[in-house]
């Protein structure tokens, strides 16, 4: 195991629910991002938290709202998504931004998502 | 046009051949090069990485970067079946995203 913890492992949701995603990282990291992962498409950064301070939105639709209480947790909260949200939404964390020479990020195993 | 290029496969290859998977990009400002992979059910994990151009060996696998062709490239040697993974790379210019390529699908046949 990497270190990062996600779940649920997978989530069945109706358009009008809303749901929870949740990351949690055991390595002490001080950054940690959501991607989103779609078939034949690159890693889309969604949201980057630095000592718990969002540093980045990457033009990320208002139906997902992120929320980092503290530098081991990170939550992604869902609601009225679409089905092109269907995906594998993966946490990644770094043991500080990623900056020159730190490069390495640790992913959990993500979440695959489908709305219905 | 994308900032980095990599065919998705899926690619098959007999045990013990020589696997080459490649990338290419088109900022010249990347300076970071990295391989992950991704093994199914499971997130990326980091497999290689390379500063500006040349060549970085670890065991089997040989990572290459080409920054005058902006082209890098992750030689795998003795292909083994639990090589089969989806690769990708990516890449960082110093600041704090790291762009990644579709992934490239492979498998080992034995």
């Known amino acids: 195991e990497t270190g990062v913890t996600q779940t649920p492992r997978h989530l069945v949701m109706g358009m009008t629910n809303k749901k929870s995603l949740k990351c949690e990282q055991h390595?002490?990291?001080?950054?940690m991002y959501w991607y989103k992962q779609s078939a034949k498409k690159p890693l889309e950064l969604m949201f980057v938290y630095n000592f718990k301070e969002q540093t980045e939105n990457n033009s990320v639709p208002s139906r997902f709202s992120p929320e980092c209480p503290n530098s081991s947790h990170l939550f992604l909260h869902l609601h009225t998504l679409q089905p092109e949200d269907s995906a594998l939404y993966l946490c990644?964390?770094?043991?500080?931004?990623?900056?020159?020479?730190?490069?390495?990020?640790?992913f959990g195993q993500g979440t695959r998502l489908t709305v219905v | 046009q994308k900032e980095v290029e990599q065919d998705p496969g899926p690619l098959s290859v007999p045990e013990g051949a020589i696997v080459s998977l490649n990338c290419t990009y088109s900022?010249?400002?990347?300076?970071?090069f990295m391989w992950y992979r991704q093994y199914s059910r499971k997130g990326p994990e980091l497999l290689m990485y390379?500063?500006?151009?040349g060549n970085k060996e670890d065991g089997r696998f040989t990572a290459q970067v080409d920054k005058s062709s902006k082209y890098i490239s992750l030689f795998i040697r003795d292909s083994q079946p639990s090589d089969s993974a989806t690769y990708l790379c990516?890449?960082?210019?110093?600041?704090?995203?790291?762009?990644f390529g579709t992934g490239t699908r492979l498998t080992i046949i034995p």
């Open positions: 390595l002490g990291h001080n950054a």
């Open positions: 390379t500063y500006s151009s």
């Open positions: 990516a890449m960082m210019k110093g600041n704090e995203k790291l762009t």
């Open positions: 990644a964390s770094t043991s500080n931004p990623l900056r020159d020479g730190n490069t390495e990020a640790f």
């Open positions: 900022n010249s400002a990347f300076q970071y």
